[in-house]
Every structure is written in C-alpha cells, then in structure tokens.
C-alpha cells in the first residue's frame, strides 16, 4: 500500500469518504431541524443550511485535527508552500463537497415544493466560508498540539467559541450564522452576507497562509496572508459599518382564501390556509355582533412595530410555523388578546369559560363552585343564546368585569342588546333577570 508522509493514500481516502457521509447526515438532520415546519421559502432553506453549521463545523474541525495530528507526527524535514498547504486544502475540499450536497438536496426538495421568494447565493457562500474557518481552525490546533485528544478538544472548543460570539453582541455579525431570531417576513441582508463572506475568507485565508509562512518561512506566504488579512479587514468594516437591522415588515402579496371568511398568509405558509379558516370561521361567528366582529384574518410579523393594528373588521394574526396544532395556537393566542388579563382568581375562571367558548373547546369547570355553576349555566344555552349573551357582556367580557351575575345571577340588570335576547333554556332564568 503506498504511504503518503506516513499515512496511506488509502486511509485518507477511506477517511474522506466516512467524513463526507458523515457531515451529509449531520447537515440535513441539523438543517432540517432549524427548517420552519411547513414553511416554503427560499430564505428558510438558507437560515437551515447555515444553522447546520452548529453541528456540522465542529465536526469538520475535528476531522481537520485529526488529519493535521497524523501529518505532524509523520512529517520529516522542511515543507514548501504547497506540501504544506496541500492537505488543509484537500480537507477544505471534502467538507466544503459535503455542504453543497447537503444544499444540492435541500435545493431539490424546495424546487419540488414550489418555494416562494429566491434562493440568495450569498447566503450559501457564507455557509461554505463559515465551514471552511471551522476547518482551518481544527486544522492549526491540530498540527500545534499533536495529541490524540486533540481532534476532541478542537471540535469541543469551536463549538462554544462560536455559540458563545452567537450569544450577543456586537461580535455575533462576525460569526458565521444568520440574525436572530430569523422572521419570514424581513427580507434576508445579500449584502450582510457578501460582507460576512469576505470576513470569513479572509480570516480563514490569513490563518492558513500565516500558518504556512511560519512553518516554510517563505515571503510569498507571508504576502498571502496580508493580502487575506486586508481583505478580512475590508469586509469588517463593511459589515459593521450596516445600520443596525430594524425590523420592517416587506410588502407581501399575500395568499388568501376567501370563502366563508377571508384568510391571509405568507405566500410561503399557504398551505395552512384550509386550517386556520376552518379555526377562525367559528370564532368570526360567535363575535359576530360585537365590537371584535371581523370579516378578514391577516398574518403578521411578530417583530415588526405596528403589527397588531389593523383596520375595522380584520385581525392580525401570528403563525410561526405550520407544525402540528398550529391553528389552534394562532385561535388560542388571537382570543388571549380579546380580553385583558384577570388578576383575581375569581374573575379569572369567569373569563376562561368564555375564552374555551370562543376556541371552541370544552367548557372548564374550575375548582370553585361559582366557576361550576356558571360553566353549568353556560352549557344549557345554545349556541345563539351564547352568541346574544356575549353581544350583552362583550364589554364586561374584555375589561374581566365579568361575575356571578352574569351566569344566571338575579341582580344584574343587562343594559340593552341590540339584537333581541334568546329566551334561556327551560328552568333556568335568563342572565340579568
């Protein structure tokens, strides 16, 4: 078997080819994990693909440490520039290969499902530069502590200087990562990530290069490794040099379904529609009459100011993502909203028993026996009588005025509905009387 410095071309074949496997696997796997569920956008495959880095960049430091310990140990006399760099190149390769499969079969996925947007090179770029400072990383642990636990600490010890520059601050720009949190409805910054792309190679450049020159003691090393550090240098400033990102919603050109009621999305969640209308339609209903009446549902950006306002008869709502439940939750927080919050125990369980109505869900009971009788009292009215109850008491609803009074109590006095009040099941007198 032919030996290269020590190590066979064989093993670094072998090894090639279980690293590649490897960073595939862990690149999907972590990529799908950050993917939002149910969501089709072009952006959303780039923030997956560089989130996979998380995983996939320690490995791919471990790996290069691997390498640069059995090629320390192994190498015998002085190097020139290019057996030096030979092998750190050749890692660089495989696991930048490993990336763009993993992008290869994202992308494929995403053109099968119609994505909306467009896909960002620059993104992707980034991705690749981020990996490839991982590597270079490993790669000079690795050769200045030639010990088998090195591979190790090296893969240990990028993963937490990154997730630690990730954390905050003004130095999580230069991490290779995406803004945080990620939001469907903010354009991704191409220029951000063409300026992190640039740091991130040059860094990695002047590393590799410096490395060399220190090692071969040859200039033209050296005069690489200042070329990269200015470029590095160029691309800092530029990124530092962006305005803050605010957030602002995009013009969107929504999908809607327009039947029973209206129901607008993302482009990228329209798959959701079905759903959210069926959620929202029993909840237009039962508020029809009163002043939270709404004919049209719109989704909005949670981080973007202004958010909740909305013109008379649309609401906005806020759908992360389109895991399993995911109606239910937007239903669930919309009708949170219609009320402010009770700070005593006693309000409090009044105002859940309206709020399970309006979901839809199964009248509470409560620990307390006022909370028993009114869910009691509730539950024998039909569902107009309901509806014209909530007409009567909206106010005394949203502002958790609500009390025994208004579940069959005898001294409350209505004031007038503007519809005509349901007679109250057989038995039992009507609330106000």
Same mark, same amino acid.
């Given at each position: 078997?032919?030996?290269?410095?020590?190590?066979?071309?064989e093993?670094?074949?072998?090894s @090639?080819?279980?690293?590649?496997?490897? $960073?595939?696997?862990?690149?999907?796997v972590?990529?799908?994990?950050?993917?939002?569920?149910?969501?089709?956008?072009w952006?959303?495959?780039?923030?997956a693909?560089?989130?996979?880095?998380? $995983?996939t960049?320690?490995?791919?430091?471990?790996f290069a440490?691997?390498? @640069?310990?059995?090629?320390?140990?192994?190498?015998?006399?002085e190097?020139?520039?290019?057996?030096a760099?030979?092998?750190?190149?050749a890692?660089?390769?495989?696991v930048?290969? %490993?990336?763009? @499969?993993?992008?290869l079969?994202?992308?494929?996925?995403a053109?099968? %499902?119609e994505?909306a947007?467009?896909l960002?090179?620059?993104g992707?770029?980034? &991705?690749?530069?981020?990996l490839?400072l991982?590597?270079v990383?490993?790669?000079?642990?690795?050769?200045?502590v030639?010990?088998?636990?090195?591979?190790?600490l090296?893969?240990?010890?990028?993963?937490?200087?990154?997730?630690?520059?990730?954390?905050? &601050?003004?130095?999580?720009?230069?991490a290779?990562a995406?803004? *945080?949190?990620?939001d469907?409805?903010?354009?991704?910054s191409?220029?951000?990530?063409?300026? *992190?792309t640039?740091?991130?190679?040059?860094?990695?450049?002047?590393?590799?290069?410096?490395?060399?020159?220190?090692?071969?003691?040859?200039p033209?090393?050296?005069?690489?490794?200042?070329?990269a550090?200015?470029a590095?240098?160029?691309?800092?400033?530029r990124?530092?040099?962006?305005?803050?990102?605010?957030?602002v919603?995009?013009?969107?050109?929504?999908?809607?379904q327009?039947?029973?009621?209206?129901?607008?999305?993302h482009?990228?969640?329209r798959?959701?529609?079905t759903?959210?209308?069926?959620?929202?339609t029993?909840?237009?209903a039962r508020?029809? &009459?009163?002043?939270?009446?709404?004919?049209?549902?719109?989704?909005r950006?949670r981080?973007?100011p202004?958010?909740?306002d909305?013109?008379?008869?649309v609401?906005p709502?806020?759908?992360?993502?389109?895991d399993?439940?995911?109606?239910?939750r937007?239903a669930?927080?919309?009708v949170e909203?219609?009320?402010? +919050?009770?700070?005593?125990?006693?309000?409090s369980?009044?105002?859940?028993?309206?709020?399970?109505?309006?979901?839809?869900?199964? $009248?509470?009971?409560?620990?307390?026996?006022?909370?028993?009788?009114?869910?009691a009292?509730?539950?024998g $009215?039909?569902?107009? *009588?309901?509806?014209e109850?909530?007409?009567?008491?909206?106010a005394?609803?949203?502002n958790?005025r609500?009390?025994?009074n208004?579940?069959?109590?005898?001294?409350?006095?209505?004031?007038?509905?503007?519809?005509?009040?349901? +007679?109250?099941?057989?038995?039992?007198?009507?609330?106000g009387?």
């Amino acid at each position: 078997m032919r030996e290269h410095r020590g190590v066979s071309r064989e093993e670094l074949k072998h090894s @090639a080819v279980i690293t590649v496997t490897v $960073l595939m696997v862990l690149g999907l796997v972590a990529a799908w994990s950050v993917l939002i569920p149910g969501v089709m956008v072009w952006d959303n495959i780039v923030v997956a693909v560089i989130g996979s880095l998380r $995983l996939t960049g320690p490995v791919a430091a471990a790996f290069a440490a691997w390498v @640069a310990v059995r090629k320390r140990r192994a190498t015998r006399g002085e190097l020139t520039t290019w057996r030096a760099l030979k092998a750190p190149l050749a890692i660089l390769a495989v696991v930048v290969g %490993s990336f763009g @499969a993993t992008v290869l079969v994202l992308t494929l996925r995403a053109v099968l %499902s119609e994505q909306a947007g467009r896909l960002l090179p620059s993104g992707l770029a980034m &991705g690749a530069a981020g990996l490839a400072l991982y590597v270079v990383l490993g790669w000079i642990v690795g050769w200045g502590v030639p010990y088998a636990i090195t591979p190790l600490l090296a893969g240990t010890g990028t993963y937490a200087l990154f997730s630690w520059i990730t954390d905050g &601050g003004w130095a999580d720009r230069l991490a290779p990562a995406t803004p *945080q949190p990620y939001d469907l409805f903010q354009d991704l910054s191409a220029g951000s990530f063409l300026y *992190q792309t640039m740091w991130l190679v040059g860094i990695s450049a002047a590393l590799l290069f410096g490395w060399a020159a220190a090692l071969t003691r040859q200039p033209l090393a050296l005069a690489a490794a200042m070329v990269a550090v200015l470029a590095a240098g160029t691309g800092v400033a530029r990124l530092l040099a962006e305005p803050p990102v605010v957030p602002v919603a995009r013009n969107v050109v929504y999908s809607c379904q327009e039947w029973p009621i209206t129901v607008c999305v993302h482009p990228g969640m329209r798959g959701g529609l079905t759903e959210l209308g069926s959620a929202f339609t029993g909840i237009a209903a039962r508020l029809s &009459g009163t002043p939270a009446a709404f004919q049209r549902v719109e989704q909005r950006s949670r981080l973007t100011p202004g958010g909740e306002d909305a013109a008379r008869g649309v609401i906005p709502i806020h759908v992360d993502d389109l895991d399993t439940g995911y109606a239910d939750r937007a239903a669930a927080e919309f009708v949170e909203r219609l009320s402010r +919050p009770c700070t005593e125990a006693v309000a409090s369980g009044y105002r859940a028993i309206v709020a399970a109505w309006l979901r839809g869900e199964p $009248l509470p009971a409560g620990p307390l026996a006022e909370h028993q009788n009114a869910s009691a009292w509730f539950s024998g $009215l039909s569902e107009e *009588q309901r509806r014209e109850w909530l007409r009567m008491f909206y106010a005394d609803f949203a502002n958790c005025r609500l009390s025994t009074n208004h579940f069959g109590g005898l001294a409350y006095a209505p004031r007038p509905s503007p519809t005509p009040l349901m +007679p109250a099941p057989p038995g039992m007198p009507p609330p106000g009387m």
